[in-house]
């Protein structure tokens, strides 16, 4: 077995941009959407204080690759001074079964994510963008900036957080980052009714962006509900908008969709299309300035791969991280990366 390179989380964020990581995620979904690829596969499994959940999927690029993401999600533990997400991604070759990589799953998580949100909002947000809201002030909402300033240009940035000294500081740290003014809202409501892209990206469990919110045009991507206990949106809201999801079965059971399902404010049919679907062309986009479109984003094992080859050739070219034998002897040394 060939050595396999190891990527720690600084040398994921170091190497991955966000224009890469969004061109891979949208021919990933473009892919997925003509047949060229299966449908990525996912497993869940609750714990006491969280879960688990493994997320997978084939994609051909200079060779076929797998991947399969092993996460696990403990909504509580910024209290215990850790991160939520944890987890690794495992690169393999698709031919021959190699593993070329294993990498840190936290960083590669939030970059896919702020990829399919950006190539979402690249298809069903206007133009014309004043005004950019981001709510929940956690480790996602920074890689959603850095990736939608990439497809939209905001004349005004806001960011919301139930804690208002963590917007605050959110504001100061990821603005001077990135280059732009952001500015803590606290009045949500007046937020929401002026935004022309909104990312929600909690752990809320009941829906605090209410259907009366939303002003016309407005697009959102609704990223936090990622299992069956989570919701950000109102069912009601979804039921006016344009729904277009990652992929509808994975929304219909643990996303903002599966809310509005069970509540009967909508059916599967209610649903637009997939985003790979509006990608490919196979369903339209934007129609109207005055539509809401709304993405439901769970992620897909397919952003995962397509996020990881991306980062694998890069470091490949650029001869970055350790590499390490599994098919060492007894006596070698066994490389520690910090």
């Known amino acids: 077995m060939s050595a396999a390179l190891l990527l720690d989380r600084a040398r994921v964020e170091r190497l991955l941009l966000p224009a890469a990581c969004i061109a891979a995620v949208e021919a990933a ?31 051909a690029a200079d060779r076929p690759y797998f991947a399969a993401k092993i996460n696990a999600n403990f909504p509580g533990n910024s209290a215990r001074g850790l991160p939520t997400i944890q987890g690794a991604v495992l690169l393999f070759d698709a031919s021959d079964g190699s593993l070329l990589a294993v990498m840190d799953s936290m960083a590669i998580t939030a970059l896919r994510t702020a990829a399919a949100s950006a190539v979402a909002a690249k298809h069903l947000a206007r133009e014309r963008c ?92 609704a990223v936090g509900a990622d299992s069956e206990h989570k919701q950000e949106i109102d069912p009601k809201l979804l039921a006016r908008a344009k729904v277009v999801t990652d992929v509808t079965a994975q929304a219909a059971a643990i996303g903002d969709l599966h809310h509005a399902l069970s509540s009967g404010d909508m059916t599967l049919d209610d649903v637009h299309a997939q985003l790979g679907e509006v990608v490919a062309g196979l369903a339209p986009g ?40 599994f098919g060492r002897t007894p006596d070698a040394p066994v490389l520690h990366c910090a």
């Open 286 to 325: 934007r129609e109207s300035d005055d539509e809401i479109t709304v993405f439901d984003s769970t992620g897909t094992g397919l952003q995962d791969v397509a996020a990881s080859i991306a980062l694998y050739r890069i470091a490949t070219t650029e001869a970055a991280g350790e590499r390490f034998d």
């Open 130 to 221: 004043e005004t950019l809201l981001v709510c929940g002030c956690g480790a996602q909402a920074r890689e959603q900036l850095r990736a939608l300033v990439q497809v939209r240009n905001p004349r005004k940035v806001l960011v919301h957080d139930l804690d208002e000294s963590k917007a605050a500081r959110f504001a100061a740290a990821v603005g001077a980052e990135i280059g732009r003014k952001i500015v803590p809202a606290g009045d949500l409501e007046r937020a929401v009714a002026g935004a022309d892209v909104l990312v929600t990206c909690t752990t809320a469990r009941h829906h605090f962006i209410d259907a009366a919110m939303v002003s016309p045009g407005t697009f959102i991507a």
């Open 29 to 59: 979904f473009k892919a997925l959407a003509l047949g060229q690829v299966p449908a990525p596969g996912v497993l869940g499994m609750h714990a006491e204080n969280g879960g688990f959940h493994v997320k997978a999927g084939f994609l």
